[in-house]
């Protein structure tokens, strides 16, 4: 499985750094568990305090309509990660790769992707960078669909499977994106809200209560509805504008909603991961 020839690439991506809100602890009484925010003696002492989780979220730099920057599931993701980080209280929330599969187009330039080979090289390659650094437990996860599950799910089985005789883990935490989003969109659909994928209302909704006016063109939220295209495929691409459904009854209150169910969907999936290690 091991990727040789992506190796430079694999090092040179988890540099990368999207921007995000602003994370300063300042006068916050929070703890900082962002390692890109940490010196090496607090990584240290949280190892030591017990927090040897390493929770690694991919976010994916991709075009998301005229009304959302191609950014976000950078930004998302580094809040959600952090968030996650927070409420378990034993997890350290590692830098969020920025690209993740996908493919670039000159009619929306707003996407820049990586194949899943090279996906596939670099989660392998930082897990076990993470181990070695002295984590336990390592978590794959993601914020694009790009990936998912078979990427994921494979390195983490792999990986599992050879770290487990000394008593480290890697799991794939699946529902902070997959149950997350079928759930909210059937709670949309419930409630009357008309149907969409891309960067549509939950896309669009998350952005708006996180980053408000710096990660959103709020002026054009009326008329974010999907220009359907006849390019062949579906998804993104079958749309002129970007978008396909329909965002504009999108709200940071659906956001709110919509952010804490990925968070306490994977606080509890990976509850049950490290409760399954005690029962053995």
């Not at 998302?76 to 350290?92: E, P, S």
């Not at 969020?96 to 989660?123: D, F, H, K, Q, R």
């Amino acid at each position: 499985m091991r990727c040789t020839s992506f190796a430079a690439l694999a090092l040179a991506l988890v540099t990368v750094r999207a921007a995000g809100q602003s994370t300063s602890q300042g006068a916050s009484k929070e703890p900082q568990v962002e390692f890109e925010l940490m010196t090496w003696p607090e990584v240290a002492s949280a190892l030591a305090a017990g927090k040897t989780t390493a929770l690694f979220y991919t976010g994916g730099t991709e075009q998301r309509g005229p009304q959302n920057v191609n950014g976000g599931h950078n930004l998302m993701g580094r809040a959600t990660v952090r968030a996650i980080a927070l409420k378990l209280g034993n997890a350290i929330a590692m830098p969020v790769l920025p690209y993740t599969p996908n493919n670039a187009s000159a009619a929306l330039p707003g996407t820049i992707g990586l194949t899943p080979e090279i996906l596939e090289a670099v989660l392998e390659r930082v897990a076990e960078q993470a181990i070695v650094t002295g984590f336990k437990n390592v978590i794959l996860m993601g914020d694009h669909g790009g990936g998912q599950p078979a990427v994921y799910r494979t390195v983490a089985s792999t990986l599992d499977a050879k770290y487990a005789p000394q008593g480290i883990h890697v799991y794939y935490c699946d529902e902070v994106y997959t149950k997350a989003q079928a759930d909210f969109d059937k709670w949309l659909a419930d409630h009357g809200y008309p149907p969409s994928q891309h960067a549509g209302i939950p896309d669009t909704s998350e952005m708006l209560y996180l980053g408000g006016d710096v990660w959103v063109r709020r002026e054009l939220i009326k008329t974010a509805v999907g220009e359907p295209s006849p390019a062949v495929g579906g998804g993104p691409s079958a749309s002129r504008n970007g978008i396909v459904g329909d965002a504009r009854r999108s709200s940071a209150e659906l956001g709110k909603m919509f952010f804490d169910m990925k968070v306490d969907y994977a606080v509890g999936q990976i509850r049950r991961f490290l409760a399954q290690q005690h029962d053995r």
